[in-house]
């Protein structure tokens, strides 16, 4: 029977010197007793999964609403893809593919419904409320510390330093990470955590690109924008001949990008680690820049296919119809709630005198999916029609 010391010991001689081990966990707010069979990480990434907020994800946008149609990503299956990127990322660098796989299945936790348009409508509702303002990983964060319930001794899921310092310092182009002194906003996090905020990308950029082709926001032709995506989906069709269809070029042209991402990733993350010597975690941890990343010449590559991805998706206007419609939906009942706390569950509202009204229905409509926002949209604006 394998046990966590075999695990502990089998992370000691495969790992690299600067990946974090989790005999070597900061540990966790609230001390508990080591299981027999899982490491700590492992012992995280399963407390992440069987969350609350991770099955909510299901039901919460990533880019096109969730009644755009049952193929498109959902705010689960984009972390479950960034997950397995994760892992691939981890495991190929030598680092600890546990604390990886828990830190990204729980990164997205502190979204809002509808995506970003919905964060940027509780950040102005906030800001509006006199409460500062709102970050999705600062309530991530909020998320796994605080909100979840899962125990009678403690608030939140108790996770380790690592996976929660991961949550607060997830850094992507969509996000603006801040943490107070208890995750030491001079140090950069771990390896395993910059791999995340790295998967995070290949996932979105590659998956937005997929779903784009499938609605019909893009043409293959229009990818003459970004000629080396375009080569793609050329060879995949020169392949497998003329009258393949579509879907199938896609698939091959798609996997292609996705290797191109993660190897460029591996080759140049490598290079940095040998480059500038990095032999420990406290050497990661002291590092003045990023160590996991695509190389500068990728980045120019990667422009023009976010461009397009910009104004195609991101900016198209049955995309920015939803955002419209989803920014002013949330103020609204933020702004009901916040009138009229007594709208609240009974749970939320025992929290206002220690938290703050603002805060509460932050907490309260920031863990709703989108289909539960709406049913409590219609219910409190809309005439009961039901006899």
């Known amino acids: 029977?394998?046990?966590?010391?075999?695990?502990?010991?089998?992370?000691?001689?495969?790992?690299?010197?600067?990946?974090?081990?989790?005999?070597?966990?900061?540990?966790?707010?609230?001390?508990?007793?080591?299981d027999r069979l899982?490491?700590?990480f492992q012992r995280d990434r399963d407390r992440v999964i069987h969350s609350m907020a991770f099955r909510k994800l299901e039901f919460k946008t990533q880019v096109h609403v969730i009644t755009a149609g049952d193929y498109f990503r959902t705010r689960l299956t984009h972390t479950m893809e960034v997950a397995q990127i994760a892992r691939t990322l981890a495991r190929s660098l030598r680092l600890n593919s546990d604390l990886a796989e828990a830190i990204a299945l729980s990164h997205d936790f502190g979204h809002t419904p509808f995506g970003h348009a919905g964060e940027d409508a509780m950040r102005e509702a906030m800001r509006e409320a006199g409460a500062g303002g709102f970050e999705h990983n600062e309530q991530g964060l909020r998320t796994v510390?605080?909100?979840?319930?899962?125990?009678?001794?403690?608030?939140?899921?108790?996770?380790?330093?690592?996976?929660?310092?991961?949550?607060?310092?997830?850094?992507?182009?969509?996000?603006?990470?801040?943490?107070?002194?208890?995750?030491?906003?001079?140090?950069?996090?771990t390896l395993e955590s910059q791999l995340v905020d790295l998967a995070d990308e290949?996932?979105?950029n590659n998956?937005?690109?997929?779903?784009?082709?499938?609605?019909?926001?893009?043409?293959?032709?229009?990818?003459?924008?970004?000629?080396?995506?375009?080569?793609?989906?050329?060879?995949?069709?020169?392949?497998?001949?003329?009258?393949?269809p579509l879907k199938f070029v896609t698939y091959r042209a798609l996997g292609r990008l996705y290797s191109d991402h993660v190897e460029d990733a591996l080759t140049h993350s490598e290079g940095a680690l040998r480059?500038?010597?990095?032999?420990?975690?406290?050497?990661?941890?002291?590092?003045?820049?990023?160590?996991?990343?695509?190389?500068?010449?990728?980045?120019?590559?990667?422009?023009?296919?976010?461009?397009?991805?910009?104004?195609?998706?991101?900016?198209?206007?049955?995309?920015?119809?939803?955002?419209?419609?989803?920014?002013?939906?949330?103020?609204?009942?933020?702004?009901?709630?916040?009138?009229?706390?007594?709208?609240?569950?009974?749970?939320?509202?025992?929290?206002?005198?220690t938290d703050g009204k603002a805060?509460?229905?932050?907490?309260?409509?920031?863990?709703?999916?989108?289909?539960?926002?709406?049913?409590q949209y219609e219910r409190i604006f809309l005439p009961d029609t039901h006899r």
Request: hydrophobic share 35%; net charge negative; with cysteine.
């Open 1 to 34: 029977m394998l046990t966590r010391e075999h695990l502990q010991e089998a992370e000691d001689n495969y790992l690299a010197p600067y990946a974090m081990h989790s005999s070597k966990t900061r540990g966790r707010a609230h001390e508990i007793r080591p």
């Open 38 to 40: 899982r490491t700590e």
């Open 145 to 189: 510390e605080i909100l979840e319930e899962r125990s009678a001794e403690h608030p939140g899921l108790n996770l380790t330093y690592e996976v929660r310092e991961g949550i607060i310092k997830h850094d992507t182009a969509f996000d603006k990470p801040s943490c107070d002194a208890r995750y030491h906003p001079e140090e950069r996090p």
């Open 202 to 204: 290949i996932a979105y």
């Open 207 to 244: 998956a937005d690109l997929d779903d784009a082709l499938v609605m019909g926001l893009i043409e293959v032709k229009d990818l003459k924008a970004a000629p080396w995506v375009l080569e793609y989906f050329d060879e995949a069709r020169r392949e497998l001949g003329g009258e393949a």
């Open 275 to 353: 480059t500038n010597a990095i032999s420990s975690i406290e050497d990661v941890r002291r590092f003045s820049g990023r160590l996991v990343d695509f190389s500068p010449e990728f980045k120019q590559r990667l422009k023009p296919l976010k461009r397009l991805l910009l104004e195609r998706v991101y900016f198209h206007p049955g995309t920015l119809t939803n955002s419209l419609k989803a920014r002013r939906m949330l103020k609204a009942l933020f702004e009901q709630y916040h009138e009229n706390p007594v709208l609240l569950p009974w749970k939320y509202q025992r929290r206002i005198e």
């Open 359 to 375: 805060r509460v229905v932050c907490d309260y409509i920031a863990g709703m999916t989108d289909r539960f926002f709406i049913e």
